[in-house]
């Protein structure tokens, strides 16, 4: 990492970052095999250095890197996109899940053909949850066992990066 900080500071005129950069990707990802490149965590003493470091890039090793604004999202934040836990909808690319009807489409998509309510619960929507599958819930149910097991067994947050 200091090799990181030391080519940002010559080849990338204008910027200094500060503190010790670090990986959001774990180790065992970055050892399986399974993944070409990782994303490191650069801080930058200003906020005009960061956008300048978006806007333009970063020249390590040679290459010119994408930068992109550092998001930590809670572990229980549920997108309302997938209705998945860890990311929100300005950065999912998954397949979208109605929050109330567990369906492929995003929740303000519902529809209710008797009462005609768009996007919204009505005593007509059969309730299914798309974490856990239950039809008992909704999947922005706190009654959820995927939300209580996520709640139940972290306590960081995890670490979302938009590549």
Not at 64 to 74: D, E, R
Not at 93 to 106: A, I, N, Q, T
Request: proline share 4%; glycine share 6%; hydrophobic share 30%.
């Amino acid at each position: 990492m200091d090799l990181v900080l030391e080519e940002i500071k010559t080849f990338n005129k204008g910027l200094e970052p500060i503190g010790q950069p670090y990986w959001a990707t774990s180790k065992e990802k970055r050892d399986s095999g399974l993944q070409r490149a990782g994303s490191v965590v650069v801080a930058f003493p200003t906020e005009i250095q960061a956008n300048r470091a978006i806007k333009n890039r970063l020249l390590i090793a040679g290459i010119s890197a994408k930068v992109v604004k550092y998001h930590t999202i809670s572990s229980t934040a549920q997108c309302t996109r997938c209705a998945g836990y860890g990311h929100l909808d300005s950065i999912c690319k998954r397949e979208p899940k109605c929050l109330l009807c567990g369906e492929s489409h995003v929740t303000e998509n519902h529809f209710c053909s008797i009462c005609k309510k768009k996007g919204k619960k009505c005593p007509h929507v059969i309730t299914k949850c798309s974490n856990c599958l239950s039809t008992t819930h909704s999947a922005n149910s706190k009654l959820c066992e995927v939300y209580l097991a996520i709640k139940a067994t972290t306590t960081i947050p995890t670490i979302t990066i938009n590549e």
